[in-house]
């Protein structure tokens, strides 16, 4: 069973339009995350929820909003899909740590990723 | 200042020869650390996470000087399989990892 699975796996769109990649971990974590990965290759987070709840919001567009039905589920909406957007999106997982981190708790998995390329 | 940084390489290296990379942190209430290995087209992975006295993972070797605020990765005896990007993650802290952009290795026959 994949621990991590997010869908579609590729999506390709034109400008404007609106699309949402949908994320699902079987692990029991509490805590979810979206990251992007851009064209060079740079990971940089872009959310994480705790149990349902927002905790990070790395000042990513209001085109994007996430939601958390869930504490196993965390999809992606874009709304006015823009050439800029297109990169690798990763849902991950872990559980919750702390300020200063745990040992082991601080493990992230990732889902195989969502390649999406806005034309 | 990026939040961390690496070289992003490649380092081209033959089979079995040893390589390091270090990689720098800007926050220095960062309290743990790890080294993740992605490949080609696919996700990040963990690969070892790295303790304050340092660390070996069989061919892997981590350290960390916090005065310096740098990270370390050895491989000893690379073999092909070793072909990747190795990224440098810090936790810095309300639940943030935050990656460097990686350093590709190549290991050649």
């Known amino acids: 069973d994949t621990a991590v699975s997010q869908t579609p796996k590729y999506l390709v769109t034109q400008m404007g339009n609106d699309k949402s990649i949908k994320c699902e971990q079987n692990l029991g974590h509490d805590t979810m995350y979206w990251y992007k990965q851009d064209s060079k290759k740079f990971l940089k987070i872009m959310f994480s929820y705790n149990n349902k709840e927002l905790i990070i919001n790395e000042t990513v567009p209001n085109r994007f909003s996430p939601k958390s039905p869930d504490k196993a589920h965390l999809n992606l909406h874009i709304n006015s899909l823009e050439l800029g957007d297109s990169a690798v999106y990763f849902c991950?997982?872990?559980?919750?740590?702390?300020?200063?981190?745990?040992?082991?708790?601080?493990?992230?998995?990732f889902g195989a990723g969502s390649r999406l390329t806005v034309l | 200042r990026k939040e961390v940084e690496q070289d992003p390489g490649p380092f081209n290296v033959p089979e079995g020869a040893t390589v390091a990379f270090n990689c720098t942190y800007s926050?220095?209430?960062?309290?743990?650390f790890f080294w993740y290995r992605q490949d080609c087209r696919k996700e990040p992975k963990l690969l070892m996470s790295v303790y304050s006295s340092g660390n070996e993972d069989g061919r892997f070797t981590a350290q960390l000087n916090r005065a310096s605020q740098y990270i370390s990765l050895l491989i000893r005896d690379s073999k092909l399989s070793d072909s990747a990007t190795y990224l440098c993650?810090?936790?810095?802290?309300?639940?943030?990892?935050?990656f460097g952009t990686g350093t590709r290795l190549l290991v050649s026959p």
């Open positions: 926050n220095s209430a960062s309290q743990s």
């Open positions: 991950a997982s872990s559980q919750p740590f702390g300020d200063m981190g745990v040992s082991g708790a601080n493990v992230l998995t």
């Open positions: 993650v810090v936790n810095q802290g309300f639940q943030k990892l935050v």
